[in-house]
T-cell receptor, first 114, second 109 residues
Framework: SQTIHQWPATLVQPVGSPLSLECTVE??????LYWYRQAAGRGLQLLFY??????ISSEVPQNLSASRPQDRQFILSSKKLLLSDSGFYLC?????????????FGAGSRLTVL | GQNIDQPTEMTATEGAIVQINCTYQ??????LFWYQQHAGEAPTFLSY??LDGLEEKGRFSSFLSRSKGYSYLLLKELQMKDSASYLC??????????WGAGTKLIIKP
């Protein structure tokens, strides 16, 4: 069966510090991978998605970046965090062959920038 | 523009039935999703509708009317564990999901 792991679960970082959130998927090959941010009272915001190694699409201009160094690994990074980067970050995957594109989410990473 | 509307919060009684509505406006349409999200946790998939009508899955059912841009999630025999946020999302012509802000469902004994 497929599983998705995301870490760290919680993170408290000072403004201006770097960020790295990691996500890995097991039990499947060539998944679509996604990074979302969820702010209180708002819908999930798609930040990045990837259909293959090294292929990253950015949906929203920001000081975040994403990389996919391996087929089942997706990393969200920042060189210098802003206060507005605080939020709940979710990694997700879907099967390339799934026409319905059902997403399976990781447990999430709660980031607080102080 | 693209928009998903659903109520912010609803309250229901244990054992009762509740209907959570969702209206959507997206550029093209490739299906309507419902996800459940318990506080502090990740969303989990509940249902997917791409054709008009009612899809039943145990205590949960989901309905879609494409002509009206409307869907609802029906929860029967409510249990305390159903207290959660319910997220509606529409998939647009580019197969990207447009998400509503979620409906927080409070179940009272």
């Amino acid at each position: 069966s497929q599983t998705i792991h995301q870490w760290p679960a919680t993170l408290v970082q000072p403004v201006g510090s770097p960020l790295s959130l990691e996500c890995t998927v097991e039990g499947t090959s060539n998944p679509n991978l996604y990074w979302y941010r969820q702010a209180a009272g708002r819908g999930l915001q798609l930040l990045f998605y990837s259909v293959g190694i090294g292929q990253i699409s950015s949906e929203v201009p920001q000081n975040l970046s994403a990389s996919r160094p391996q087929d089942r690994q997706f990393i969200l990074s920042s060189k210098k965090l802003l206060l507005s980067d605080s939020g709940f970050y979710l990694c997700a995957w879907s099967a390339l062959s799934d026409g319905a594109n059902v997403l399976t989410f990781g447990a999430g990473s709660r980031l607080t920038v102080l | 523009g693209q928009n998903i509307d659903q109520p912010t919060e609803m309250t229901a009684t244990e054992g009762a039935i509740v209907q959570i509505n969702c209206t959507y406006q997206t550029s093209g349409f490739n299906g309507l999703f419902w996800y459940q999200q318990h506080a502090g946790e990740a969303p989990t998939f509940l249902s997917y509708n791409v054709l008009d009508g009612l899809e039943e899955k145990g205590r949960f059912s989901s309905f879609l009317s494409r002509s009206k841009g409307y869907s609802y999630l029906l929860l029967k025999e409510l249990q305390m564990k159903d207290s959660a946020s319910y997220l509606c999302a529409s998939m647009d012509s580019n197969y990207q999901l447009i998400w509503g802000a979620g409906t927080k469902l409070i179940i009272k004994p």
